[in-house]
């Protein structure tokens, strides 16, 4: 995928500010501090226009960029939805709460959700709150890839073991498609873009 633009669209607090046009949208979906904004920075070759930080819980309203790819020649406009991160142990019991409604009143109510990525730390087990986000989003039938990210944490040649017993893990039928990456080291790009590009692809008119 080439990227010809990247902007920020909103940040949006309620269904109401959602993009009314009916462009795909590829979101985001993990824990805190795992990588999400990064990513989207990676994937469009942006520095910063996700914020990241390495201070958890950075991103709080659910951030919508607009992308304009192109794949054989053809126009791919869709979204990059960043959501808030789940899990920041620095927040209270009752901001972590609402964090989560931000999250799942999304994940319930945007209509053009095409594909779910979802975010792990390639180098720990999935935690609990992974496990109960993980469950919501195959119950809610959305369309899903797992990505473990900060592959470059890990020496190279334990990738792809790692990426097979994270699966073994949580998709023990290994039903799903689960990739390593790394935002830092901007690797293993390539197999995630065609990921998306597929789903982008199929629902073009
Ligand atoms: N080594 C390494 N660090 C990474 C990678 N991806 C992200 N980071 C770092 O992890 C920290 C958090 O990254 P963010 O992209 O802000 O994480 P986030 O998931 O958006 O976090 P929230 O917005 O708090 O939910 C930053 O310091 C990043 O530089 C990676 O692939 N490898
Ligand atoms: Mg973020």
Redesign the pocket.
């Known amino acids: 995928m080439k990227i010809k633009n990247s902007e920020f669209t909103i940040s949006a607090v309620n269904p109401r500010q959602y993009p009314n046009d009916d462009l795909p949208q590829i979101v985001l979906v993990?824990k805190?501090?795992?990588?999400?904004?990064?990513?989207i920075n990676t994937m469009i070759n942006r520095k910063k226009l996700a914020r990241?930080?390495?201070q958890?819980?950075?991103?709080r309203l659910i951030n919508f960029y607009k992308i304009l790819g192109e794949t054989n020649a053809k126009e791919l406009p869709f979204y990059f939805v960043?959501l808030?991160?789940y899990g920041?142990s620095k927040m209270s019991k009752v901001q972590q709460a609402e964090v989560g409604k931000f999250i799942e009143q999304y994940l319930r109510k945007s209509k053009n959700i095409s594909l779910v990525i979802f975010?792990i730390d390639i180098r720990h087990n999935p935690t609990v709150n992974d496990k109960i986000m993980y469950d919501y989003i195959i119950n809610q039938n959305l369309p899903c890839i797992i990505i473990a990210?900060?592959?470059?944490?890990i020496a190279i040649t334990k990738v792809d073991n790692q990426v097979k017993s994270l699966q073994d893990l949580l998709n023990p039928l290994h039903d799903l498609t689960f990739l390593p990456?790394?935002?830092?080291?901007k690797i293993y790009t390539e197999n995630v873009w065609n990921k998306i590009e597929n789903k982008i692809v199929t629902i073009s008119p």
């Open positions: 993990g805190s501090n795992v990588g999400k904004s990064s990513f990241t930080s390495s958890p819980g950075k991103t960043d808030p991160g920041y975010l990210n900060k592959a470059d944490k990456f790394s935002a830092e080291r």
